[in-house]
Protein backbone atom coordinates (compact mmCIF):
# COMPACT_ATOMS: atom_id res chain seq x y z
CA UNK A 1 0.00 0.00 0.00
CA UNK A 2 1.38 3.25 -1.04
CA UNK A 3 0.41 6.12 0.94
CA UNK A 4 0.62 9.46 -0.33
CA UNK A 5 2.01 13.12 1.29
CA UNK A 6 -1.26 13.61 3.23
CA UNK A 7 -1.52 9.74 5.45
CA UNK A 8 -3.94 8.24 2.79
CA UNK A 9 -3.35 5.49 0.15
CA UNK A 10 -2.44 7.44 -2.83
CA UNK A 11 -5.82 6.75 -4.98
CA UNK A 12 -7.82 8.22 -2.19
CA UNK A 13 -6.05 11.24 -1.95
CA UNK A 14 -8.04 13.89 -4.19
CA UNK A 15 -5.07 16.33 -4.25
CA UNK A 16 -2.04 14.32 -4.63
CA UNK A 17 -3.97 11.83 -7.60
CA UNK A 18 -7.29 14.00 -8.95
CA UNK A 19 -9.78 12.67 -10.62
CA UNK A 20 -9.94 12.55 -14.68
CA UNK A 21 -12.77 15.62 -15.37
CA UNK A 22 -15.86 14.51 -17.60
CA UNK A 23 -15.92 14.37 -21.30
CA UNK A 24 -16.69 19.04 -22.33
CA UNK A 25 -15.79 19.76 -18.54
CA UNK A 26 -13.01 23.28 -18.97
CA UNK A 27 -14.25 23.71 -22.31
CA UNK A 28 -13.05 27.31 -24.49
CA UNK A 29 -16.96 28.66 -24.00
CA UNK A 30 -17.40 27.10 -20.41
CA UNK A 31 -14.25 29.10 -19.18
CA UNK A 32 -15.62 32.33 -21.18
CA UNK A 33 -18.62 32.20 -19.39
CA UNK A 34 -17.19 31.68 -16.44
CA UNK A 35 -15.06 34.88 -17.15
CA UNK A 36 -18.12 36.86 -18.16
CA UNK A 37 -19.54 36.20 -14.70
CA UNK A 38 -16.97 37.06 -12.70
CA UNK A 39 -16.60 40.28 -14.29
CA UNK A 40 -20.41 40.84 -13.81
CA UNK A 41 -19.72 41.38 -10.60
CA UNK A 42 -21.04 39.74 -7.09
CA UNK A 43 -25.06 38.38 -7.08
CA UNK A 44 -24.88 38.10 -10.91
CA UNK A 45 -24.24 35.58 -13.39
CA UNK A 46 -24.06 37.93 -16.21
CA UNK A 47 -26.42 35.87 -18.04
CA UNK A 48 -29.29 37.58 -16.70
CA UNK A 49 -30.51 34.81 -14.26
CA UNK A 50 -29.95 34.57 -10.81
CA UNK A 51 -26.62 32.72 -9.79
CA UNK A 52 -27.31 28.82 -8.96
CA UNK A 53 -26.33 28.13 -5.11
CA UNK A 54 -23.18 27.60 -4.04
CA UNK A 55 -22.17 24.82 -1.22
CA UNK A 56 -20.90 26.04 2.06
CA UNK A 57 -17.24 26.79 2.52
CA UNK A 58 -15.41 24.06 3.23
CA UNK A 59 -18.06 21.44 1.52
CA UNK A 60 -16.97 19.59 -1.73
CA UNK A 61 -19.16 18.17 -4.08
CA UNK A 62 -18.67 14.55 -4.55
CA UNK A 63 -17.25 13.55 -7.90
CA UNK A 64 -18.69 10.39 -9.35
CA UNK A 65 -17.57 7.28 -8.23
CA UNK A 66 -15.65 9.05 -5.31
CA UNK A 67 -15.77 8.93 -1.81
CA UNK A 68 -18.93 8.68 0.90
CA UNK A 69 -19.08 9.81 4.21
CA UNK A 70 -20.43 9.01 7.29
CA UNK A 71 -21.00 11.03 9.98
CA UNK A 72 -21.38 9.31 13.86
CA UNK A 73 -21.01 9.72 17.61
CA UNK A 74 -17.59 8.47 18.66
CA UNK A 75 -19.59 5.98 20.99
CA UNK A 76 -21.54 4.62 18.59
CA UNK A 77 -18.83 4.17 16.46
CA UNK A 78 -18.94 0.32 15.74
CA UNK A 79 -22.66 -0.25 16.00
CA UNK A 80 -23.53 2.29 13.25
CA UNK A 81 -20.66 1.45 10.94
CA UNK A 82 -22.43 -2.53 11.12
CA UNK A 83 -25.86 -1.07 10.81
CA UNK A 84 -25.47 1.89 8.37
CA UNK A 85 -27.43 2.07 5.03
CA UNK A 86 -26.66 2.86 2.09
CA UNK A 87 -29.22 6.20 2.07
CA UNK A 88 -26.63 7.44 5.57
CA UNK A 89 -23.50 7.77 3.32
CA UNK A 90 -23.12 11.78 2.21
CA UNK A 91 -20.89 12.49 -0.65
CA UNK A 92 -20.32 15.93 0.40
CA UNK A 93 -17.32 16.17 2.15
CA UNK A 94 -17.72 17.32 6.19
CA UNK A 95 -17.05 20.73 7.69
CA UNK A 96 -17.35 21.87 11.69
CA UNK A 97 -18.60 18.01 12.69
CA UNK A 98 -18.23 18.27 16.74
CA UNK A 99 -15.50 16.52 18.22
CA UNK A 100 -17.18 13.45 20.21
CA UNK A 101 -18.30 12.41 16.33
CA UNK A 102 -16.05 10.88 13.77
CA UNK A 103 -16.32 10.84 10.01
CA UNK A 104 -15.99 7.35 8.03
CA UNK A 105 -14.92 7.28 5.22
CA UNK A 106 -16.12 4.54 1.99
CA UNK A 107 -14.74 4.64 -1.94
CA UNK A 108 -16.63 2.63 -4.01
CA UNK A 109 -20.47 1.24 -4.54
CA UNK A 110 -19.69 -1.49 -2.04
CA UNK A 111 -18.85 1.20 0.78
CA UNK A 112 -16.02 -0.43 1.93
CA UNK A 113 -14.33 1.39 5.00
CA UNK A 114 -10.88 2.97 4.07
CA UNK A 115 -10.39 5.09 7.00
CA UNK A 116 -12.31 7.04 10.16
CA UNK A 117 -11.26 10.36 10.58
CA UNK A 118 -11.26 11.79 14.28
CA UNK A 119 -10.68 15.39 15.80
CA UNK A 120 -7.52 14.25 17.90
CA UNK A 121 -5.42 11.62 19.72
CA UNK A 122 -7.83 10.63 22.88
CA UNK A 123 -10.49 10.09 19.90
CA UNK A 124 -8.21 8.16 17.24
CA UNK A 125 -7.78 5.59 20.69
CA UNK A 126 -11.19 5.14 21.38
CA UNK A 127 -12.34 4.75 18.19
CA UNK A 128 -10.03 2.13 17.33
CA UNK A 129 -10.90 0.31 20.35
CA UNK A 130 -14.84 0.16 19.12
CA UNK A 131 -13.56 -0.82 15.88
CA UNK A 132 -11.82 -3.77 17.45
CA UNK A 133 -14.38 -4.77 19.35
CA UNK A 134 -16.54 -4.57 16.33
CA UNK A 135 -14.54 -6.72 14.44
CA UNK A 136 -14.06 -3.52 12.11
CA UNK A 137 -10.56 -3.37 10.41
CA UNK A 138 -10.07 0.42 9.31
CA UNK A 139 -7.56 3.04 9.54
CA UNK A 140 -7.72 5.55 11.91
CA UNK A 141 -6.40 9.13 11.37
CA UNK A 142 -6.68 12.66 12.69
CA UNK A 143 -7.92 15.11 10.44
CA UNK A 144 -9.01 18.06 12.25
CA UNK A 145 -10.06 20.49 9.73
CA UNK A 146 -12.97 18.76 9.47
CA UNK A 147 -13.92 19.44 12.73
CA UNK A 148 -15.14 22.59 14.75
Request: charged share 25%.
Amino acid sequence: MTECIHGLELAMCDVCTPRAQPAGAGSAGSARRARAAASAGPGRSGTGRPEPARPMPGVAVRRAGGRRYLVVDLDDLGEELGAAEASDWSGLVPAGVGRERVVAVAAGEELDVAFVAVANEPARRRAREALTANGIDARVMVQPDWFG
